[in-house]
């Protein structure tokens, strides 16, 4: 296992210093499933849910969620995102959340995907919750990244 990079030499938090790293094209794609009942998936699927479609507004939040990443996960860089996009799908369990972000950077955008889907998921939740209590928010996970000095990755099924 390597060495937690986000410890200095005395053992104190850091930044990772990114500076001598190569831009390069970067790319990340995150997902998540939101556990929905067989009601509540009706009144997603005939558009009758009391707040709206859930669908889009997930979406939405999910792109702001990762251009503010870096307000919210304390030692984040600030990236320029050349690419946000959620994606949601119902499925026969709920939701099925697909992220992806994409950059020219010095640094990566795994954070980035994993935080749009995260809060895509959770305003799928909030959406919902009128309609059912017992919502489960689950398998978050990186799918796949490209590009860096790690190199690349692919989630194996």
């Not at 950059?103 to 809060?119: Q, R, Y």
């Not at 860096?148 to 990755?153: A, E, R, Y």
């Amino acid at each position: 296992m390597n060495k937690l990079s986000h410890f200095d030499a005395q053992g104190k938090i850091k930044m990772v210093d990114v500076s001598a790293k190569e831009t390069t094209s970067r790319q990340a794609i995150a997902s998540a499933k939101v556990l929905l009942n067989a009601e509540t998936l009706e009144t997603l699927k005939t558009q009758t849910n009391p707040k709206g479609n859930p669908l889009e507004i997930a979406r939405i939040a999910g792109i702001m969620a990762a251009k503010k990443c870096s307000e919210l996960i304390p030692l984040c860089h600030q990236i320029n995102l050349s690419k946000a996009d959620v994606r949601a799908e119902l499925t026969n369990y709920g939701v099925y959340l697909e992220a992806e972000a994409k950059t020219n950077s010095n640094t990566g955008v795994e954070m980035e995907a994993l935080t749009a889907v995260s809060v895509a998921a959770l305003t799928i939740y909030d959406m919902c919750k009128a309609v059912q209590k017992d919502i489960v928010i689950t398998e978050i996970q990186l799918e796949s990244k490209s590009g860096g000095k790690s190199g690349d990755f692919l989630r194996k099924i």
